[in-house]
């Protein structure tokens, strides 16, 4: 069966610092994957998604990038964290979309609650 | 109007009730519909997904209303273990397979 990790789980940082979180999901190949960001109170905001090794598409303009250095690894950073960049981080996966599929249903990893101060 | 729109509640219920929330989105030419179920400080979790009219899963019926582009989701039984929020998400039609998720609505089962 499919799983996906994160970590860290929880991370206090100052603002002005870097951001490194990590995704890895096991079980699947080819996933695409996601990166959310879910602020108190707020739905989930797609920052970005990627259906291949290197390819990386942005939703949100921000200081925020993303990488996929390899099939199942999806890395989230930033240079210099905000204030506003506080909240929950979510990744997920799904299988890749194959035209005409009507599914998407993704799977979201346990997330990691981010507090910059 | 909103992509995806969820009333945030919270919906108060006694333990057995039957509790139904809606889900309206507004691109006509959805095609795939999921609810997810997000216990506090917890990742989003999939109940159920919709691709015709609806779906049932023991307690849980999700109804598609495209004339109206709303999908709603019934609990009957409930149970005190079923407070949690529940997110809405519709996935578009052609190329955007990326589902647009709504920001949930809270719902609370008390004793």
């Known amino acids: 069966s499919q799983t996906i990790h994160q970590w860290p789980a929880t991370l206090v940082q100052p603002v002005g610092s870097p951001l490194s979180l990590e995704c890895t999901v096991e079980g699947t190949s080819n996933p695409n994957l996601y990166w959310y960001r879910q602020a108190a109170g707020r739905g989930l905001q797609l920052l970005f998604y990627?259906?291949?090794?290197?390819?990386i598409s942005s939703e949100v303009p921000q200081n925020l990038s993303a990488s996929r250095p390899q099939d199942r690894q999806f890395i989230l950073s930033s240079k210099k964290l905000l204030l506003s960049d506080s909240g929950f981080y979510l990744c997920?996966?799904?299988?890749?979309?194959?035209?005409?599929?009507?599914?998407?249903?993704?799977?979201f990893g346990p997330g990691t609650r981010l507090t910059v101060l | 109007r909103k992509e995806v729109e969820q009333d945030p509640g919270p919906f108060n219920v006694p333990e057995g009730a039957t509790v139904a929330f809606n889900c309206t989105y507004s691109n006509s030419a959805s095609q795939s519909f999921f609810w997810y179920r997000q216990d506090c400080r917890k990742e989003p979790k999939l109940l159920m997904s919709?691709?015709?009219s609806g779906n049932e899963d023991g307690r849980f019926t999700a109804q598609l209303n495209r004339a109206s582009q709303y999908i709603s989701l019934l609990i009957r039984d409930s149970k005190l273990s079923d407070s949690a929020t529940y997110l809405c998400?519709?996935?578009?039609?052609?190329?955007?397979?990326?589902?647009?998720f709504g920001r949930g609505t809270s719902l609370i089962v008390h004793p």
């Open positions: 998400a519709v996935r578009g039609s052609g190329g955007s397979y990326i589902p647009t």
């Open positions: 997920a996966w799904s299988d890749a979309i194959l035209a005409g599929d009507l599914r998407n249903e993704q799977f």
């Open positions: 919709v691709y015709s």
């Open positions: 990627s259906v291949g090794i290197g390819q």
